[in-house]
């Protein structure tokens, strides 16, 4: 299989081959076409995987490399990248109905995190520590071994690099299983792996059902460590398999996040933030601001000017240079959406804008949805309580600071939060208080990963991310070196 060519087989154990389990089917959600037809992993697929990958890690030509010489292989990697990086951003985009400029941003994204995970792993010490007797002490931090990486469809590939970067910084092989809708450019990344010079049974890319291959990968008992990212009902059960192995897991789950209008906001940079913040993937994305917070003296000015622009959002197929609004990742995914909307209504919500399949037949073929915007609910609504996961905002106005705080911490979630305000130190106190991972003020959905990314309550467990995430892919073990001459007196 050339870099260039849509994957129809899965990378297991070095291998590329057939899975043994059931037909997969990869379909442009922007026109209804299949454009790959894969045969999923099986449990026994997992199995082989990784028992390969545990014996990979023991080889002399993965185990005693330098860290500089990992850090060499992590740089080929984000060269190679960045090299096919239009091809693999157009697969994406075929797969999941995400715009060009959408994806192109995701693959740079995933190329900068292997050159960042090789920067740190040149740089990563661990401690001498200080003296309390005639023994010198230190920490060193050795592989877990096998790692699982179990990534989202609504941005494979930098999902990816985020789990597979630092993994293969701190020495572990990966079984990768990438969501079962959008397997292809995780299968293509596989490719690049190899073809920088990590070792091939290092990595497999094992695309199936959660249920079967997600859960087999978290059972095996040469997994030890899990990095989860998906929704909050399957991240409770990948917990508690975890649990039962002692096993470490890092999890990225849910969210219901709060985008806040203060009342001294730029009005056009708050409108333009918050469009970006709930209707860019499609409204596909954790961190999207879909409950939003206005004071209730600019509910009328903010709620206007938030309809005409949504109304003005260019629905249409990713590769369309113009659109901003792409299809949502399946026709099942779009019709849930569509249904939340009707209970929505149900509950007593107002449509201001959306709700509805678009009428142009030129879309037709796709599984599109209207940027939607609601209000007339409370915060204690299930709508505003249960995420959606699509192009939804519910408006939700609020009296005073007090009463945003405690309508906007009012979730089981607390992954993110936008802030719009001139005032600096009222931001800094607003942050403070805010029950979230990640707070952006004046700005939305940017991120580094040199900085830490976590969720609080139901949106997660762990850090990934910055410096520290190679380390939380190792163990830790302390090492005690005698300098006394004397034998111990206690034998005497």
Same mark, same amino acid.
């Given at each position: 299989?050339?870099?260039?060519?849509?994957?129809?087989?899965?990378?297991?154990?070095?291998?590329?081959?057939?899975?043994?389990?059931?037909?997969?089917?990869?379909?442009?959600?922007?026109?209804?076409?299949?454009?790959?037809?894969?045969?999923?992993?099986?449990?026994?697929?997992?199995?082989?995987?990784?028992?390969?990958?545990?014996?990979?890690?023991?080889?002399?030509?993965?185990?005693?490399?330098?860290?500089?010489?990992?850090?060499?292989?992590?740089?080929?990697?984000?060269?190679?990248?960045?090299?096919?990086?239009?091809?693999?951003?157009?697969?994406?985009?075929?797969?999941?109905?995400?715009?060009?400029?959408?994806?192109?941003?995701?693959?740079?994204?995933?190329?900068?995190?292997?050159?960042?995970?090789?920067?740190?792993?040149?740089?990563?010490?661990?401690?001498?520590?200080?003296?309390?007797?005639?023994?010198?002490?230190?920490?060193?931090?050795?592989?877990?071994?096998?790692?699982?990486?179990?990534?989202?469809?609504?941005?494979?590939?930098?999902?990816?690099?985020?789990?597979?970067?630092?993994?293969?910084?701190?020495?572990?092989?990966?079984?990768?299983?990438?969501?079962?809708?959008?397997?292809?450019?995780?299968?293509?990344?596989?490719?690049?792996?190899?073809?920088?010079?990590?070792?091939?049974?290092?990595?497999?890319?094992?695309?199936?059902?959660?249920?079967?291959?997600?859960?087999?990968?978290?059972?095996?008992?040469?997994?030890?460590?899990?990095?989860?990212?998906?929704?909050?009902?399957?991240?409770?059960?990948?917990?508690?398999?975890?649990?039962?192995?002692?096993?470490?897991?890092?999890?990225?789950?849910?969210?219901?996040?709060?985008?806040?209008?203060?009342?001294?906001?730029?009005?056009?940079?708050?409108?333009?933030?918050?469009?970006?913040?709930?209707?860019?993937?499609?409204?596909?994305?954790?961190?999207?601001?879909?409950?939003?917070?206005? =004071?209730?003296?600019?509910?009328?000015?903010? !709620?206007?000017? #938030? /309809? &005409?622009?949504?109304? $003005?959002? *260019? +629905?249409? =197929?990713?590769?369309?240079?113009?659109?901003? !609004?792409?299809? #949502? /990742? &399946?026709?099942?995914? $779009?019709? *849930? +959406?569509?249904?939340?909307?009707?209970?929505?209504?149900?509950?007593?919500?107002? /449509?201001?804008?959306?709700? $509805?399949?678009?009428?142009?037949?030129?879309?037709?073929?796709?599984?599109?949805?209207?940027?939607?915007?609601?209000?007339?609910?409370?915060?204690?609504?299930?709508?505003?309580?249960?995420?959606?996961?699509?192009?939804?905002?519910?408006?939700?106005?609020?009296?005073?600071?007090?009463?945003?705080?405690?309508?906007?911490?009012?979730?089981?979630?607390?992954?993110?939060?936008?802030?719009?305000?001139?005032?600096?130190?009222?931001?800094?106190?607003?942050?403070?208080?805010?029950?979230?991972?990640?707070?952006?003020?004046?700005?939305?959905?940017?991120?580094?990963?040199?900085?830490?990314?976590?969720?609080?309550?139901?949106?997660?467990?762990?850090?990934?991310?910055?410096?520290?995430?190679?380390?939380?892919?190792?163990?830790?073990?302390?090492?005690?070196?005698?300098?006394?001459?004397?034998?111990?007196?206690?034998?005497?």
């Amino acid at each position: 299989m050339a870099s260039s060519e849509v994957p129809d087989e899965i990378h297991v154990a070095g291998r590329w081959r057939t899975g043994r389990g059931r037909p997969l089917g990869c379909v442009d959600p922007a026109t209804g076409e299949v454009i790959a037809e894969l045969t999923a992993a099986s449990p026994d697929d997992v199995d082989e995987a990784a028992r390969a990958g545990a014996a990979a890690t023991a080889e002399p030509e993965w185990r005693d490399l330098y860290p500089h010489q990992r850090a060499r292989l992590l740089t080929r990697v984000g060269d190679l990248v960045e090299q096919h990086a239009e091809e693999l951003a157009r697969l994406q985009t075929r797969n999941t109905g995400k715009a060009l400029a959408e994806t192109r941003a995701l693959v740079a994204s995933a190329a900068g995190t292997f050159r960042f995970y090789a920067a740190a792993l040149e740089t990563t010490e661990t401690p001498l520590t200080p003296q309390r007797g005639p023994y010198l002490t230190m920490g060193v931090a050795e592989p877990i071994g096998v790692v699982g990486a179990i990534t989202p469809w609504n941005s494979p590939i930098a999902s990816d690099a985020q789990k597979i970067a630092p993994a293969l910084a701190a020495g572990n092989a990966v079984l990768l299983k990438p969501a079962e809708a959008t397997p292809l450019v995780s299968l293509a990344l596989a490719r690049l792996l190899v073809d920088a010079g990590v070792p091939p049974a290092l990595v497999s890319v094992l695309p199936g059902r959660g249920s079967v291959v997600g859960e087999a990968i978290v059972r095996h008992p040469l997994v030890g460590k899990v990095s989860f990212t998906g929704g909050t009902d399957t991240g409770r059960l990948v917990g508690r398999l975890a649990a039962d192995k002692f096993m470490p897991l890092t999890s990225e789950l849910g969210g219901k996040s709060p985008t806040i209008v203060l009342p001294d906001a730029d009005l056009d940079q708050a409108v333009a933030g918050i469009l970006y913040g709930i209707f860019s993937s499609s409204g596909q994305s954790c961190i999207a601001g879909s409950r939003i917070f206005v =004071p209730e003296q600019l509910h009328g000015e903010v !709620v206007d000017r #938030l /309809v &005409t622009a949504a109304q $003005r959002l *260019r +629905v249409g =197929p990713g590769t369309n240079p113009a659109s901003q !609004v792409g299809p #949502l /990742v &399946t026709f099942s995914h $779009r019709d *849930r +959406v569509a249904a939340l909307v009707d209970r929505a209504r149900e509950e007593g919500a107002r /449509v201001l804008c959306g709700g $509805r399949v678009p009428d142009d037949p030129d879309l037709a073929a796709g599984a599109y949805y209207l940027p939607t915007l609601l209000d007339g609910l409370t915060n204690d609504s299930r709508t505003c309580q249960e995420e959606i996961f699509g192009p939804v905002g519910v408006v939700l106005p609020y009296r005073d600071e007090d009463d945003l705080i405690a309508q906007a911490n009012d979730t089981v979630f607390g992954l993110a939060c936008g802030l719009w305000t001139r005032d600096y130190r009222r931001a800094w106190r607003i942050a403070r208080r805010i029950d979230a991972g990640t707070v952006w003020i004046n700005t939305y959905k940017q991120f580094s990963i040199s900085t830490p990314f976590s969720g609080m309550k139901a949106s997660g467990v762990g850090t990934d991310k910055g410096r520290d995430a190679i380390l939380q892919h190792t163990r830790q073990k302390s090492i005690y070196w005698g300098l006394d001459e004397d034998p111990l007196p206690w034998a005497g």
